[in-house]
Structure formats: structure tokens, C-alpha cells
């Protein structure tokens, strides 16, 4: 008898169905997806018990590559951009920008049930009942990725954005001991190296969109001028 081996993905499910022994895959051969589905129980950090969502999570092959879909089946939380979450449950649980990063550097299944969906909806909870988010959260849509660009990679001033993005697209990035793009008489290494090299991990196509936005934003500042 022949026995295929488990996947990648299949092995990495084994390793948290403890942790998590109401959620259940399948595999989706026509979207090429594996699909996690069932409950998910969520216990502060005593242990005590909050409550239980119903989740579907679409996880795409080739995994592990590409960010999974997370939605909300219950409907416990509210379905506005406020509670960043869509009117068809899908969830938003962190600015794009991270989820991608967190993919293209090798987070697999457990770390993103542990570290992403887990305190999403833990969150969410701590939010219906008193009123607020544990921690910070990002704004929503380009305002978010917009704040991450001022506050994550520290591109706070006016135009720096665009600056930096044009010049990874342009493949213009200063060298090491050249000075900065931003403009306070630094040399590179002793200022915005990270940022380069974390903004040239996103890829083409994200900067590339990125870009366009920055543009629509300005362009909407001036005629509101």
C-alpha cells in the first residue's frame, strides 16, 4: 500500500490542532487553497474562557507564500470599517504591508494563528467589552498605510514617501556612505538603510500602487486648497 506524505501544510496544522481542536481543513482543488474552518475559543491570559468564533481561514498554495483570508462567520463582531472588518466578515488584522513582510520572511501557520489571528479576535472581545483596543491600531485603508509609512518606517515629512519609493523604482537608491534622501545631512547607513531595505522587500507591484496613491492623496490636498 502507498501512502502519500503529508504536506508541508498538512504538517504544520498537525502541529497546532491542539491548540486549536475545533478547527478542521480541507483542500479546495479548484481555488488551489487549503480551507481552515470551525471554532475558534478565545481565554485571557488566566485562561478564563470569553467566547467562540466561528472562522473560516483560506490559505493559498503554494504554501507557505501567499497571506491567508481570515473571515468571521458569527457575526459577533460589528460589520463597519470601525472594527476593521468588512461587511462580508473578512478580516483585517494588520496593515498588508506586515502580513506580507511576515510571509516573505517565512511565517508559517502556527505564528500566524499565534501571533495574528488569535489577537485579532482576542481584541475584538477586549474591544466589545470595554470599549476600546488593547494597544494601538493602524487607521483604515491608505490612511493606515499612510501611517505606516510615517511611523514604521519613519517617513513622516511631506513628500518623503514618494521620494524614497520612486527611487527603488527608479533603482536610484544612494550608496552606503552617501546621504540620505530625507534630508537631514545624514549618511544613509546612519539613517534610513532599514527603510530601504524593508521597502525594496515589498516588491514592484506594492510600491508601484503605493506610489499612485501618494500621488491621488496630494492631488486631493490640492484642490481641497
Excluded at 47 to 70: A, K, M, Q, R, S
Aim: net charge neutral; glycine share 4%.
Amino acid at each position: 500500500m502507498i501512502f502519500n506524505k503529508p504536506s508541508l501544510f498538512e504538517k504544520d496544522f498537525a502541529a497546532i490542532s491542539n491548540l486549536y481542536p475545533k478547527l478542521r481543513y480541507s483542500l479546495n482543488e479548484k481555488y488551489k487553497s487549503w480551507v481552515i474552518s470551525g471554532q475558534l475559543d478565545i481565554c485571557d491570559a488566566t485562561g478564563l474562557y470569553w467566547d467562540t468564533f466561528e472562522v473560516l481561514i483560506i490559505v493559498p498554495n503554494p504554501y507557505p507564500v501567499h497571506v491567508p483570508d481570515v473571515f468571521e462567520i458569527t457575526s459577533i463582531i460589528p460589520r463597519t470599517e470601525a472594527w476593521h472588518i468588512s461587511e462580508h466578515g473578512q478580516c483585517c488584522l494588520d496593515i498588508p504591508h506586515n502580513l506580507k513582510l511576515a510571509f516573505k520572511r517565512g511565517m508559517r501557520l502556527a505564528n500566524f494563528m499565534h501571533e495574528k489571528v488569535y489577537p485579532y479576535f482576542a481584541n475584538q472581545l477586549h474591544r466589545l467589552s470595554r470599549q476600546d483596543y488593547a494597544g494601538e491600531e493602524y487607521d483604515h485603508r491608505f490612511e493606515g498605510v499612510k501611517q505606516y509609512y510615517s511611523e514604521t518606517l519613519n517617513l513622516s515629512k511631506k513628500g518623503d514617501a514618494k521620494r524614497f519609493i520612486k527611487a527603488i523604482l527608479e533603482k536610484k537608491i544612494p550608496g552606503r556612505n552617501e546621504m540620505c534622501l530625507c534630508g537631514r545631512k545624514k549618511k544613509l547607513k546612519r539613517c534610513h538603510l532599514a527603510t530601504f531595505e524593508l521597502l525594496s522587500e515589498l516588491g514592484t507591484k506594492v510600491l508601484e500602487e503605493d506610489y499612485k496613491n501618494f500621488e491621488l492623496l496630494e492631488c486631493e490636498e490640492i484642490n481641497n486648497n
